[in-house]
């Protein structure tokens, strides 16, 4: 397995606030990826307009953008907004859930550096359960099957959960044979179930701590390569030929001055920063409105880049701090199962 490169800092660009998924971990009524102020939202930006702040967030340092949503295939001009975008940044993903993948394969097949399917099991009624849809499974297996065959690099995004732990030897079984004679990279890639207030009870009841995933595939695999990437760490596990990568907010995570006594104090902390639909700019996974920015479209080039910079202070600034998940906990007043 080659060493991971360095990753740089990513704008989280969600261009679509609605899903056409209802799954069980991901906070629909607080706004996924597209939390934003009461009075803002609603709004959404031309594609002129958010290609524009696409373009002060490139100009001030920031090198990685990630297409998101809600579901962001759903928005009709994403791939005029990929094409304009793509030459602004050193690198361009897109996570989706593949159903409407099809209508864009040009377009995603020559911008996009890494394209992210979210397929948390491989038992297609555990999908089914965990989405609230019976076509996910199918939609999430013939969009691999596209990348697979167009040459995209590829990565399975699966959500760790309490209820599909015992089926992750069948999930890395499964990319393992998908691996098998691909010519484009391929990884899978295990991520938190983060915490959020309307997921309180699928939380408590799914949350999986990553240490006791780090054990058990350190035990299996040997040691992991550690890349400490801005806002989290990964552990890269070379699995028979392909790489297996954790992603861990339960041993830290990054935090800047505003996180401390901060009654939302979250699971994932700062981790790059995020673009909703209406040009909401923050670090900050909540609706706070003294947390962030709006980028309207009525903003002077200089007011644009002066907004821009001032949440990126928050990232300049921002320190590792290792009881994090402990201090997340006893803010929302959580207890973590540990069997």
Same mark, same amino acid.
């Given at each position: 397995?080659?060493?991971?490169?360095?990753?740089?800092?990513?704008?989280?660009?969600?261009?679509?606030?609605?899903?056409?998924?209802?799954?069980?971990?991901?906070?629909?009524?607080?706004?996924?990826?597209?939390?934003?102020?009461?009075?803002?939202?609603?709004?959404?930006?031309?594609?002129?307009?958010?290609?524009?702040?696409?373009?002060?967030?490139?100009?001030?340092?920031?090198?990685?953008?990630?297409?998101?949503?809600?579901?962001?295939?759903?928005?009709?001009?994403?791939?005029?907004?990929?094409? #304009?975008?793509?030459?602004?940044?050193?690198?361009?993903?897109?996570?989706?859930?593949?159903?409407?993948?099809?209508?864009?394969?040009?377009?995603?097949?020559?911008?996009?550096?890494?394209?992210?399917?979210? *397929?948390?099991?491989?038992?297609?009624?555990?999908?089914?359960?965990?989405?609230?849809?019976?076509?996910?499974?199918?939609?999430?297996?013939?969009?691999?099957?596209?990348? *697979?065959?167009?040459?995209?690099?590829?990565?399975?995004?699966?959500?760790?959960?309490?209820?599909?732990?015992?089926?992750?030897?069948?999930?890395?079984?499964?990319?393992?044979?998908?691996?098998?004679?691909?010519?484009?990279?391929?990884?899978?890639? *295990?991520?938190?179930?983060?915490?959020?207030?309307?997921?309180?009870?699928?939380?408590?009841?799914?949350?999986?701590?990553?240490?006791?995933?780090?054990?058990?595939?350190?035990?299996?695999?040997?040691?992991?390569?550690?890349? #400490?990437?801005?806002?989290?760490?990964?552990?890269?596990?070379?699995?028979?030929?392909?790489?297996?990568?954790?992603?861990?907010?339960?041993?830290?995570?990054?935090?800047?001055?505003?996180?401390?006594?901060?009654?939302?104090?979250?699971?994932?902390?700062?981790?790059?920063?995020?673009?909703?639909?209406?040009?909401?700019?923050?670090?900050?996974?909540?609706?706070?409105?003294?947390?962030?920015?709006?980028?309207?479209?009525?903003?002077?080039?200089?007011?644009?880049?002066?907004?821009?910079?001032?949440? *990126?202070?928050?990232?300049?600034?921002?320190?590792?701090?290792?009881?994090?998940?402990?201090?997340?906990?006893?803010?929302?007043?959580?207890?973590?199962?540990?069997?």
């Amino acid at each position: 397995m080659p060493k991971p490169g360095a990753d740089p800092v990513y704008v989280r660009a969600s261009v679509w606030p609605k899903c056409d998924l209802v799954c069980r971990y991901c906070p629909v009524e607080e706004g996924m990826e597209n939390r934003v102020p009461a009075r803002f939202a609603g709004q959404r930006l031309s594609t002129p307009d958010y290609v524009r702040n696409m373009a002060a967030i490139a100009d001030a340092g920031i090198r990685g953008v990630s297409f998101t949503g809600g579901e962001p295939t759903l928005r009709p001009d994403l791939p005029t907004i990929i094409e #304009e975008v793509r030459p602004m940044f050193d690198r361009v993903e897109l996570t989706t859930n593949g159903a409407r993948l099809h209508k864009m394969t040009d377009v995603v097949r020559e911008n996009i550096d890494l394209l992210k399917i979210s *397929l948390d099991s491989v038992n297609r009624a555990d999908v089914a359960e965990i989405t609230g849809r019976r076509f996910a499974f199918d939609h999430a297996v013939e969009s691999i099957g596209w990348a *697979l065959g167009a040459q995209v690099p590829l990565a399975l995004n699966a959500v760790l959960m309490r209820r599909t732990r015992d089926e992750l030897d069948s999930t890395i079984d499964y990319v393992r044979k998908l691996v098998d004679g691909a010519s484009s990279p391929v990884h899978l890639s *295990l991520l938190d179930f983060y915490y959020s207030p309307s997921r309180r009870a699928e939380w408590l009841e799914d949350y999986l701590p990553t240490d006791q995933v780090l054990d058990l595939l350190a035990s299996r695999y040997g040691d992991p390569e550690i890349q #400490e990437r801005f806002g989290c760490r990964f552990y890269w596990f070379d699995v028979d030929g392909f790489s297996v990568r954790l992603k861990d907010s339960y041993d830290g995570t990054m935090r800047a001055a505003k996180c401390t006594g901060c009654t939302s104090y979250c699971q994932e902390g700062i981790y790059g920063i995020k673009h909703s639909v209406e040009g909401w700019l923050t670090t900050c996974p909540s609706d706070r409105e003294d947390l962030g920015n709006l980028l309207h479209a009525e903003l002077t080039g200089d007011e644009l880049s002066a907004r821009v910079r001032h949440i *990126l202070t928050d990232v300049d600034e921002a320190t590792m701090v290792e009881d994090s998940f402990e201090t997340m906990c006893a803010t929302h007043g959580l207890e973590v199962q540990r069997a």
